[in-house]
């Protein structure tokens, strides 16, 4: 464990000496995942699907603010939409322009969950991003969290429709497939289930791990982890969909053990050293309890030089 608190502390010490290179490249990284995965699902755009082209994107998001990469992003879907049907396109302006405004209007700061949601479905684990919202953010943090996971149940009914939409010639072909997918999206009650949960996990994790309790985060990251397991557990048994509660149960350890770490990094402390402290002014009597982090003393090396004494000869 020793060992594991000095690898921590010389990261954090090197990540705060380089932060100014390292941000852009988590930037170029994410945008980059981002980009992979909407021409590995979408892709109907082809000239949009060339690996240089999605480099030199994910290159120039490196040093732009998180709303340019989630603007390109959108950009991106749209462009792959409309190069599979106009309606499609359309249908996805309005709904990428309602998030947008909700997203600007109430948490512009946490820009980064919605791109890290349909990421964390492909991954199995999207248990992990409201839990962690909860822990590192203020509750406004579910909005584009769910933002995030109702664009992943558009473009998956988007993509098992693709062939009807692509296929349809006339008006009246178009519109009827048009009208599938909407009304598969509108009608997606396992949609509605996951943006009620995951904005009931995201507030319950962040009011737990504000309490005055030792060991609150580990709780509030473990209780966002129980809430979601039981809360999808009894929602697929009610609406028939038992078959995945296999992969719930896999996806919630894979969300516990990044929460895990994400506490290990963020809020690590030694609650065997707790001390309360009392003292007092002419106005205010004040109680604080001092919880000190887990400290590794870095260790120093000394190096000492022995010279021989060289005897002159005579």
Not at 106 to 122: D, E, I, K, R, V
Not at 223 to 228: A, D, F, K, S
Request: with cysteine.
């Amino acid at each position: 464990m020793t060992a594991l608190l000095e690898w921590k502390q010389n990261l954090c010490a090197f990540c705060s000496k380089n932060e100014v290179y390292l941000l852009p490249v988590v930037k170029f990284l994410i945008a980059a995942a981002a980009f992979w995965l909407v021409d590995k699902n979408l892709g109907y755009m082809e000239r949009l699907s060339s690996a240089p082209m999605l480099f030199i994107l994910a290159l120039v998001c490196a040093l732009l603010p998180q709303a340019a990469v989630l603007f390109i992003t959108a950009v991106l879907i749209l462009v792959h939409c409309v190069a599979l049907s106009l309606a499609a396109g359309a249908v996805a302006f309005v709904l990428f322009a309602v998030m947008y405004l909700l997203y600007f209007r109430f948490a512009p700061q946490y820009g980064y969950n919605a791109l890290l949601m349909p990421m964390a479905y492909m991954l199995g684990i999207p248990y992990a991003v409201p839990a962690a919202s909860g822990l590192l953010q203020k509750p406004n943090g579910a909005i584009p969290t769910i933002c995030g996971a109702v664009t992943y149940y558009f473009l998956k009914g988007l993509v098992e429709n693709a062939a009807s939409l692509s296929k349809a010639d006339g008006t009246k072909e178009l519109v009827s497939a048009l009208q599938s997918v909407i009304n598969q999206f509108i009608g997606n009650r396992e949609m509605y289930l996951s943006c009620a949960v995951f904005a009931f996990a995201t507030i319950a994790v962040f009011i737990i791990r504000s309490l005055p309790v030792d060991y609150s985060w580990t709780i509030a990251a473990l209780t966002g982890v129980l809430t979601q397991f039981l809360a999808f557990f009894i929602g697929y048994v009610e609406l028939g969909m038992d078959s995945r509660n296999e992969l719930l149960a896999f996806g919630c350890i894979g969300s516990a053990l990044v929460l895990f770490i994400i506490q290990f990094f963020a809020f690590h402390l030694d609650y065997s050293r707790t001390e309360r402290v009392q003292f007092e002014d002419d106005e205010y009597y004040y109680y604080v309890k001092a919880v000190p982090k887990q400290y590794v003393p870095a260790r120093k090396q000394t190096v000492k030089t022995i010279r021989a004494n060289k005897k002159k000869r005579k």
